[in-house]
């Protein structure tokens, strides 16, 4: 069965630091995975998705993640946080086994300070 | 292109009441997915449609229910509301074509509260 667990409720970072979300997943098949923001008051949005290729996804609003075959996981970084980055992050996976069913993770809110 | 529609935007049910949520997708999408968002269990998938068919569904109970039109259009049914059915349910959309997924084009989402 598929599972996607992001195992921080929430993540604190300063302004101008790096910024990691972690994430990791469990699927019968190959992984396509995606990571989705949610802003308040505002629906989810698409960041990247990892489909096959490089392990290194660049996405929108300089995000990028990382997909470790071996470790299971897609964590989402950013080199230089922003505030306006503040937000609820989706971490998502399907299979590619014709399931066609995306599961996501719980969610990690994002809290930038200035 | 206008983008996930979902009516109405707020809805207010009381227990044993029936609902029906609607979505319009983008122009060209024929894949439509529900979710259910709670603040205690974040998304939980409710189906997958696909030119017509269900092509997959999540773990509720038979209360919960869909179907998708000719013109990719879906709407969802819960019926025998309950107190734990209040939550934000979310429509996304996407080309859906055989087995490569897009990603997933969210509407803004039903706010259905049950009293």
């Known amino acids: 069965a598929q599972s996607v667990a992001q195992p921080e409720d929430q993540v604190n970072v300063a302004e101008g630091n790096p910024l990691t979300v972690k994430c990791t997943y469990s699927v019968s098949g190959n992984p396509y995975l995606f990571w989705y923001v949610q802003y308040p008051n505002r629906g989810l949005q698409f960041l990247l998705k990892y489909i096959t290729g490089d392990n290194l996804v660049k996405g929108s609003y300089g995000f990028e993640a990382e997909f470790n075959k071996s470790q299971t996981s897609f964590h989402l970084k950013k080199p230089s946080a922003l505030v306006s980055d503040s937000a609820l992050y989706f971490c998502?996976?399907?299979?590619?086994?014709?399931?066609?069913?995306?599961?996501f993770g719980a969610g990690t809110r994002l809290f930038v300070k200035a | 292109k206008a983008g996930v529609t979902q009516t109405p935007r707020y809805l207010i049910k009381t227990r044993g009441q029936q609902v029906t949520l609607s979505c319009s997708p983008i122009s060209g999408h024929r894949s439509v997915s529900w979710y259910q968002q709670t603040p205690g269990q974040g998304l939980q998938f409710l189906f997958e449609y696909f030119s017509e068919t269900q092509r997959n569904k999540g773990n509720f109970p038979g209360r919960f229910s869909g179907r998708q039109f000719s013109n990719s259009r879906s709407e969802m049914n819960v019926s025998t509301l309950e107190l734990g059915d209040s939550a934000l349910y979310l429509c996304?959309?996407?080309?859906?074509?055989?087995?490569?997924?897009?990603?997933?084009?969210f509407g803004p989402g039903t706010r259905l509260t049950v009293l």
């Open positions: 998502a996976v399907r299979d590619n086994t014709g399931g066609f069913k995306t599961i």
């Open positions: 996304a959309s996407s080309l859906g074509a055989g087995r490569y997924v897009d990603e997933q084009f």
